[in-house]
């Protein structure tokens, strides 16, 4: 079971990286703006996690130490999910 919940969960986590690098190319930005790097960026301006719908970005003010952060707290809480399977 919870290697099914750590299987979801990332797919969720490439499926919104996708949607945000996707979003990135609409809105103009060329390939060096709209990889996964930008991606996590992206979602970390916004204040979303894979889970979370795009309906509930906000416009947090968070700086360059936040965003790392961000992404550092997302990736503990998929690994310490996963080894529990």
Not at 20 to 46: D, S
Not at 61 to 83: D, F, K, N, V, Y
């Amino acid at each position: 079971m919870a290697a099914t919940s750590a299987r979801a969960r990332a797919a969720a986590r490439k499926r919104k990286l996708r949607e945000a690098m996707e979003i990135l190319k609409l809105l103009g930005f060329g390939p060096r703006q709209t990889n996964e790097v930008a991606a996590y960026t992206f979602l970390a301006l916004l204040d979303l996690v894979p889970n979370v719908p795009w309906s509930a970005a906000s416009n947090p003010l968070r700086g360059i130490t936040p965003i790392i952060m961000h992404w550092h707290w997302c990736a503990r809480m998929e690994q310490s999910h996963g080894q529990r399977s």
